[in-house]
């Protein structure tokens, strides 16, 4: 392949930018040409797409969000979308497409490689909710950002023995409020993929209160949602002051830490060995401390089992 393109899609997140860069460098390193394409599908459809080199992605490492923007396209979804978007990418001479996105991106990536664009899907999103996948470019940074968040509420509500449920993000997926809930020392995990028992909850918070404990975090994953509710019975229940705080946006932006530079530096660079080799159809994934790659269809079928064990072991340290 002499030319590529390379489009940011769906939610935005940390570490997106990085791997962009690691896409265009890696590309010219490779001899090959970039092209940008702005908005994600949206942008393909609408021809919004420039020319990057090695010095149109400097200084983007540490910046969270994705300087080629990003977006959700419905057309993209029909028949003539996919093809205005071929047409697009035979404009520009695109002959293979980086897709950074969640799973919903990687069936945009499958229908442009069905007719005839071959794309090679990296696993950018905070939720960590991509079954093919251990790790998603930006899980790690949100999580820093929401146990920042988390620890200064905490030093509140020590001081005003309050109960804290704070809101942090996860559409569909548990993964962040079970780890930033280990970590932040919560006393409860409420999170969409085990049934939520709020009576369970509220026992515990009264076994705990007994042992002299005046304040409490309960971390709720967005998917399960309610907070201002599960604030209000935890006080009629328990007598103990209770708030609601949803952390919201702030976990999608900010300077990715390490670990999301360094994965989205990888996986972008695999993604462009892969179309440089004419392999499309593809996902790159972190596996078992290795960057590997599967068929589209296969990883979009794959099931993504939760480590609900980890919430025992949330249950039996936050004593
Ligand atoms: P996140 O969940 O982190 O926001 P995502 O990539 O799953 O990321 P979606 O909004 O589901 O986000 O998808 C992004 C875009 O991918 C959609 O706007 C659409 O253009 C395309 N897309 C989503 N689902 C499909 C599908 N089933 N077929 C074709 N294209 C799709």
Known sequence: MKTIGVLTSGGDAPGMNAAIRAVVRTAISLGMNVKGIKSGYSGLIHDEVVDLDARSVSDIISRGGTMLYTARSKRFMTEEGVLE?????????????????????????????????????????????ISSTEYTIGF????????????????????????????VMGRHAGYIALQVGIATGATGILVPEIPVDLDRLVKKIVEVEKTGKKHFIIVVAEGVGGVDKIAEYIQEKTGIDSRATVLGHVQRGGSPTVR????????????????????????????????????????LNMIKTFDAGMIDVAHETAI
């Open 85 to 129: 978007a071929v047409e697009t990418c035979k404009r520009h001479g695109i002959e293979g497409v980086v897709v950074i996105g969640g799973d919903g991106s990687f069936r945009g990536a499958r229908d442009l490689s069905n007719h005839g664009i071959p794309c090679v899907g990296v696993p950018g999103t905070i939720d960590n909710d």
């Open 140 to 167: 790690d940074t949100a999580m820093n950002t929401a146990i920042e968040m988390i620890d200064k509420i905490r030093d509140t509500a020590q001081s005003h023995h309050r109960c804290s449920v704070i809101e």
């Open 260 to 299: 999301d530079r360094v994965r989205a530096t990888q996986m972008g660079n695999a993604a462009v060995h892969l179309l440089y080799k004419g392999i499309g159809n593809r996902v790159v994934a972190y596996r078992r401390g290795e960057i590997v790659d599967f068929d589209i269809f296969e990883a």
